[in-house]
């Protein structure tokens, strides 16, 4: 299983946001969104909390377990 971050993607577009915009309003570096856009990215809680706080949405509004297609 991995962790897939395209619903945090689609929900900034939704919401016309830059992933350099949620960077600065979350408080985390912009490498760090850049590594969630390949799936199975190791993310800490710690940012996901941050992301989820900047945006006021819940862990499920923005990643999902997906199936590991490595194999």
Same mark, same amino acid.
């Given at each position: 299983?991995?962790? =897939?971050?395209?619903? $945090?993607? /689609? +929900?900034?577009? %939704?919401?016309?946001?830059?992933?350099?915009?949620?960077?600065? &309003?979350?408080?985390? =570096?912009?490498?760090? $969104?850049? /590594? +969630?856009?390949? %799936?199975?990215a190791t993310i800490s809680s710690d940012v996901l909390v &941050?992301?989820?706080?900047?945006?006021?949405?819940?862990?499920?509004?923005?990643?999902e377990i997906v199936p590991d297609t490595k194999n």
């Amino acid at each position: 299983m991995a962790a =897939s971050y395209k619903k $945090l993607f /689609k +929900m900034l577009i %939704d919401r016309e946001m830059k992933s350099k915009d949620l960077a600065e &309003k979350a408080g985390i =570096s912009p490498a760090t $969104l850049a /590594k +969630m856009k390949r %799936d199975g990215a190791t993310i800490s809680s710690d940012v996901l909390v &941050k992301i989820c706080t900047a945006l006021d949405c819940t862990v499920n509004d923005i990643m999902e377990i997906v199936p590991d297609t490595k194999n």
